[in-house]
């Protein structure tokens, strides 16, 4: 399976983006999805998860209550909706596709070229 990540851009601190990474290739179906970000000088930090039914999902503290992840199974597309965005949420964001369930980046097999949100005033 490919992974093709869009919708980054840049916003001012308050301001909305919507996510989206669209699978190809293999099936999609069964795998866990993941969104990761890297800043500037930093490590790759988790996001959030969402399970294959979306029965499962576990959000980064830093994101609670703002981010929203979502997944479309028959459109092959998982989405993160991105609201009161704080200029520290700046930095390239990766989704990324597991066969288990896991916030752990390196149980993730299949990434997304990364696409780069900008909040600032």
């Known amino acids: 399976v490919q992974l093709q990540a869009s919708g980054g851009g840049s916003v001012q601190p308050g301001g909305s983006l919507r996510l989206s990474c669209k699978a190809s290739?293999?099936?999609?179906?069964?795998?866990?999805m993941g969104w990761f970000r890297q800043a500037p000088g930093k490590a790759r930090e988790f996001v959030v998860a969402i399970s294959w039914s979306g029965g499962m999902m576990d959000y980064a503290d830093a994101v609670k209550g703002r981010f929203t992840i979502s997944r479309d199974n028959a459109k092959n597309t998982v989405y993160l909706q991105m609201n009161s965005l704080k200029p520290e949420d700046t930095a390239v964001y990766y989704c990324?596709?597991?066969?288990?369930?896991?916030?752990?980046?390196?149980?993730?097999?299949?990434w997304g070229q990364g696409t780069q949100v900008t909040v600032s005033s």
């Open positions: 290739g293999r099936t999609f179906s069964g795998y866990t």
């Open positions: 990324a596709a597991s066969a288990v369930y896991s916030l752990r980046a390196g149980r993730y097999n299949v």
